[in-house]
């Protein structure tokens, strides 16, 4: 059974901290990783990964996969009250009978305090 | 250009009433997915189109789940005889491309479905 698997589930820092959130996965047919920001709306993209030890970054964020150890990060530096929100963790399937949909992971509860 | 939309975003049914949940993707994306989300969790697949080609409908949990997307554009998803543990958001999203690999999914603002 395919399986997305986030920590920790939910985070509490304060403002100009550093976080991690940590994502490990095991599926068939793998394609990609994805990263999504959900507040009280729609979940908003962030990044598609898709080859191991490449960094992708916008701005505050970024985030790398490792296929060798079946895991992604995603790093938030000098984090703001607005980064506040559920992380999502997502992984594309390339084909067979899980062709086009996204596994995701339960999420990780970012809050930031002032 | 705007974004998938979804509505209504908030329904409230009793239980064994019917309801229809309308998703409107971005104009031009081929791919249509629905996702359920209960709370506290990330969403679950339901069910894919690709244009009006229903390809993927292993995540819908009941034969009560139905979705249809008949012009390959708007799509509908009904539940039928509501049940209690249908409450959640069912999220849309929509990409661009559905042939030869995964594409990005954008996503809409889900409606909340709370049945009583």
């Known amino acids: 059974e395919d399986k997305v698997v986030q920590s920790p589930l939910s985070l509490v820092v304060h403002e100009g901290d550093t976080v991690t959130l940590n994502c490990s996965y095991e599926?068939?047919?793998?394609?990609?990783l994805l990263w999504y920001k959900q507040e009280k709306k729609a979940p908003t993209f962030l990044f598609m990964l898709t080859s191991s030890g490449i960094e992708k970054k916008s701005g505050r964020l970024s985030s790398i996969l490792d296929k060798k150890e079946l895991s992604s990060i995603l790093n938030i530096t000098a984090t703001q009250t607005g980064d506040s929100a559920i992380y999502l963790c997502a992984v594309g399937h390339a084909g067979g009978t899980s062709y086009g949909k996204l596994t995701f992971g339960q999420g990780t509860i970012l809050t930031v305090h002032p | 250009g705007a974004g998938v939309s979804q509505s209504p975003r908030y329904k409230v049914a009793k239980r064994g009433q019917d309801v229809a949940l309308r998703c409107d993707p971005i104009s031009g994306h081929v791919s249509l997915f629905w996702y359920q989300q209960a709370l506290g969790q990330g969403p679950e697949f339901l069910t894919y189109f690709q244009n009006e080609a229903q390809l993927d409908k292993s995540g819908l949990p009941s034969d009560r789940f139905f979705a249809e997307r008949p012009e390959g554009s708007v799509s509908t998803l009904k539940i039928q005889r509501t049940q209690q543990e249908d409450s959640a958001v069912y999220l849309c999203?929509?990409?661009?491309?559905?042939?030869?690999?995964?594409?990005?999914?954008?996503f809409g603002p889900g409606t909340r479905l709370t049945v009583l």
């Open positions: 999203a929509s990409s661009l491309n559905g042939l030869g690999h995964t594409d990005t999914q954008y």
């Open positions: 599926v068939t047919n793998f394609r990609s």
